[in-house]
């Protein structure tokens, strides 16, 4: 199904072309690379800020075009999501980001889908590329999407959109790199960015500050959308408080009680009130969504063996 709708829309393979970049298995060593290559296009530019020229076309919005923010989110819970062709779904990711960096003063980037590591040790859902201006979503995600569409998996659509918020805030991050730092938050996540993060622990790049402000800023987003929701607000509210208690219990190296202050939506102990139900189903779904996303490619690496 999913390679038949892809040969009905011949337009959006150039409009929105994967590039064939190899995805290190590691996230904190792809991160690193991606930092270190973007480091490498500054010294290059003699000091001048450097304008990298992006690879992808930003994807045509136009059906979303003039939504409000409210009206957006919409789109993710389940009934409309998985009704969602691949093009319009991608149109989607496209029009939410544009909206986010433009209501924070922030020029859109362009969104792009990237077959990316996906096995029973890492699953990424996204990933931001500063040397080249672009948020990536991993495409390999949706191979299950009629899977989880026929389980009504609520859990799915709104770990799209907090990935597409998470990846949005650190090209914001880069974007006001050459901006002087007028608070201590903003020079914590600054000096963080140039660290080298090659050889950190998982538990340590949890806690550096730029992923922590990009981890905050998506919980943020949830909760914020979750008040002035109409359709979808259980979920969102749900959703927010799966989310916050994986941070609580992520083995995040600790840090100072300032760097706690800067990221309430990750350290304070507050969670939203959704019903009973909304909140069980979708913890459910969470971990409904993780084994059917895992279980499509242990499964496939089983039967590829079987065949040698």
Known sequence: KKEKEKSQKPEQATENAKPQDKIDENPVKQKAKDYGAWAK????????????????????TKAFDGLSRKELLEYYTPSKFYSLSGKQRDALCQATVNEYLISHGCRPCPVGFMDMPVNDRCVYYGLY???????????????????????????FPYQILSTLIHEATHHMQFSDIERGADNEKTRLIKRSMMNNQNNMSFSEYLAEADELDARNSALEYIREASYEAGAGRQNLMAFYNVQKN???????????????????DIYDNTFLSPSIESTSRMAANAKEMNEIIKGHFIAEHLQRRKRF
């Open 246 to 264: 994986s941070e609580i219990k992520s083995p995040k190296k600790e840090v100072s009680k300032q760097v706690h202050s800067f990221f309430p």
């Open 41 to 60: 296009q500054q010294l290059q530019s003699s000091g001048k800020p450097h304008k990298t020229a992006s690879r992808l076309d930003l994807i045509d």
């Open 129 to 155: 590329r500063p040397q080249y201006q672009e948020i990536f979503i991993n495409d390999n995600l949706f191979n299950n999407i009629d899977t989880l569409s026929d389980q009504n998996n609520t859990n």
